[in-house]
């Protein structure tokens, strides 16, 4: 079960948890048009602070243009409803949902005179997978080809593709899939990049087939800057995967997940990898607002 917390914010109104619902014909909830971000906040000696939301919220509206969707208020005033909520809800950190869809009034493949909600929830949620090493299963399943959609859009009807490949994972005992893209090339995970560690060199498949996540661009960023690591973005075939000294999924839910097993493939000894373990403990440091070189991806609310 979620865990509920007081208020949802819905179309500029904070409305209780109990009371937010939409109609059962609602379009986006039949057709998967509508959009989402997943952002966190993070409790910090300074109070929450939520990490990198103007890129999230930037992504957001880039994803609403996608589908053409005129999102009925600024990216100032989702942000300052994202840090009201917060407040009312009193949490020192959370998962943070907003979602815009398309809402009731029409149905049928053109959504255009249907009007647009916008929703945020946020709510506390513990590191997606709940398990510091994690098993893998290459899915049947391959990412969605980038010429039958915009891949870069963070968009609700993608999420089928990752629900198969999830659903079919846990069926076999692993604790996610990976899937690959349409030229057989390594691709992501349902709701995670991955990355491949080889003597000391980082490397990640390369934009193109692929959602270029944030903790993605945050992973690049600290490795270069931070501890003068190689990164590399390229295709990557499963038998590079394999034979990586780590490997690593990163997001927004899931943090840094280190992955010690493909298939049967066992990778760094069934361990967490040396640079594997300075990221993820770096990245807890940025989050938690104990670098002052990143504070400028925090926004602490007052």
């Known amino acids: 079960m979620i865990p509920k ?3 949802i914010w819905v179309d500029g109104k904070f409305v209780d948890w109990e009371k937010a619902k939409i109609h059962i014909l609602t379009h986006s909830l039949h057709y998967g048009g509508g959009v989402f971000e997943g952002i966190r906040a993070y409790e910090t000696e300074r109070g929450p602070a939520v990490f990198r939301l103007k890129e999230h919220l930037k992504r957001l509206f ?5 589908l053409g969707i005129k999102i009925p208020f600024s990216q100032k005033e989702i942000e300052k409803a994202i840090i009201d909520l917060i407040k009312i ?3 020192k950190q959370c998962y943070i949902r907003p ?8 149905m049928g493949l053109y959504p255009k005179k249907a009007p647009i909600n916008v929703i945020i929830s946020l709510w506390p949620w513990k590191k997606y997978l709940g398990k510091n090493l994690v098993k893998v299963k290459i899915s049947k ?3 969605i080809h980038p010429r039958s959609t915009v891949v870069e859009a963070k968009i609700c009807g993608h ?6 490949a999830s659903i079919e994972a846990k069926k ?6 990976l899937l690959l893209d349409y030229k057989g090339f390594i691709a992501e995970g349902p709701g995670e990049n991955i990355f491949l560690v080889k003597n000391k060199k980082i490397f990640t498949p390369k934009k193109g087939s692929i959602l270029p996540g944030i903790t993605r661009d945050t992973v690049i960023t600290i490795a270069k800057q931070k501890l003068n690591l190689k990164v590399e973005e390229k295709e990557i075939t499963l038998r590079e995967l394999k034979n990586a000294d780590e490997l690593f999924f990163a997001g927004t839910a899931v943090e ?3 992955i010690v097993q493909v298939e049967r493939t066992i990778i760094s000894n069934g361990k967490e990898g040396e640079v594997t373990k300075k990221i993820r403990e770096l990245y807890q440091r940025i989050v938690s607002g104990k670098e002052p070189r990143y504070l400028k991806w925090l926004k602490f609310i007052q």
């Open 5 to 7: 917390t007081k208020k």
């Open 62 to 66: 880039f994803s609403s243009s996608v």
């Open 89 to 91: 809800n009193k949490v």
């Open 99 to 106: 979602l815009v869809i398309f809402g009731y009034g029409v």
């Open 141 to 143: 399943f391959i990412r």
């Open 159 to 164: 999420y089928v593709n990752s629900i198969l």
């Open 172 to 177: 076999e005992g692993f604790d996610e899939a």
């Open 256 to 258: 840094i997940s280190p």
